[in-house]
Nanobody, 113 residues
Framework: QVQVVESGGGLVQPGGSLRLSCTAS????????MGWYRQDPGKQRELVAR???????NYHDSVKGRFTISRDNAKNSVYLQMNSLKPEDTAVYYC???????WGQGTQVTVSS
């Protein structure tokens, strides 16, 4: 199963940007669809974006046009560029394979003025 380390979260004002990074191990990364997920306390974890081995992307409706997922197979890494952030984007963000097989510790994103 995949092991991941996420980074890049933080506190940002509404309208700001953050770039999340995730480095994976334990899998042949280039063969796997990877996803970014998020979970707010009291809510179910949801898929935010995913990217196939060939680079095809899919997004949750709430982030379309604002978030961009990308990958670097040479670095076993997947990224999430988040622009025009809103308070409702506040959550712990996780990466994993898609479908998810295991979870890292996540990275907290807080959007607040």
């Amino acid at each position: 199963q995949v092991q991941v380390v996420e980074s890049g979260g933080g506190l940002v004002q509404p309208g700001g940007s953050l770039r999340l990074s995730c480095t994976a191990s334990g899998i042949i990364f280039r063969f796997f669809t990877m996803g970014w997920y998020r979970q707010d306390p009291g809510k179910q974890r949801e898929l935010v974006a995913r990217i196939s081995p060939g680079g095809t992307t899919n997004y949750h409706d709430s982030v379309k046009g604002r978030f961009t997922i990308s990958r670097d197979n040479a670095k076993n890494s997947v990224y999430l560029q988040m622009n025009s952030l809103k308070p409702e984007d506040t959550a712990v963000y996780y990466c994993s394979s898609f479908p998810a097989s295991s979870w890292g510790q996540g990275t907290q994103v807080t959007v607040s003025s």
